[in-house]
Nanobody
Framework: QVQLVESGGGSVQAGGSLRLSCAAS????????IGWFRQAPGKEREGIAT????????YYADSVKGRFTISQDRAKNTVYLQMNSLKPEDTAMYYC???????????????????WGQGTQVTVSS
């Protein structure tokens, strides 16, 4: 079955950087979409970036555009989220999610993604 495992979270000071990884298994990692989402305590889950596997299309929320970069390594079945210029408001649990057989990746709606990882915590201190 489809499995997603996130890693790379941690604590960092404002202005710092982190790179999150999402390792996918259980399906052919040659198409479909992977998205990154985050959820802070007391807030709704927010979609922040998506990527089309096997292509070059990426899509970002305005809140992270220019600071975060989503990328893929198909040889490793892994999607990355490089986060630069981190702010305290970026503090949240970060999740990756998959739409393994879709060609429509320009969406940040959580209910469009059927498979989810367990999350990794990112804490940014001021």
């Amino acid at each position: 079955q489809v499995q997603l495992v996130e890693s790379g979270g941690g604590s960092v000071q404002a202005g710092g950087s982190l790179r999150l990884s999402c390792a996918a298994s259980g399906y052919t990692f040659s198409t479909g979409c992977i998205g990154w989402f985050r959820q802070a305590p007391g807030k709704e889950r927010e979609g922040i970036a998506t990527i089309y596997i096997g292509g070059t299309s990426t899509y970002y929320a305005d809140s992270v555009k220019g600071r975060f970069t989503i990328s893929q390594d198909r040889a490793k079945n892994t999607v990355y989220l490089q986060m630069n210029s981190l702010k305290p408001e970026d503090t949240a649990m970060y999740y990756c999610a998959a739409r393994p057989w879709s060609f429509v990746c320009a969406t940040l709606e959580a209910n469009a993604f059927g498979y989810w990882g367990q999350g990794t915590q990112v804490t940014v201190s001021s």
